[in-house]
């Protein structure tokens, strides 16, 4: 796995935790954010040819 792939699974993984935890204490704002956040990283994995199903 080259950097570019770890680094955006590690960063997908991190943000579906930040909006779980957005969502869990009833933050909307920030949870919007960090869904916003999780739909570019998804796109742009996507663009890379980066498979994202397994992240958890």
Do not use: K, N, P, W
């Amino acid at each position: 796995m080259d950097a570019f792939t770890a680094g955006i699974l590690q960063r997908i993984e991190t943000t579906q935790s930040d909006l779980t935890r957005a969502r869990e204490t009833g933050d909307e704002f920030l949870a919007d954010v960090e869904q916003a956040e999780l739909d570019d990283l998804r796109r742009l994995a996507a663009e890379h040819g980066v498979e994202v199903s397994a992240v958890a």
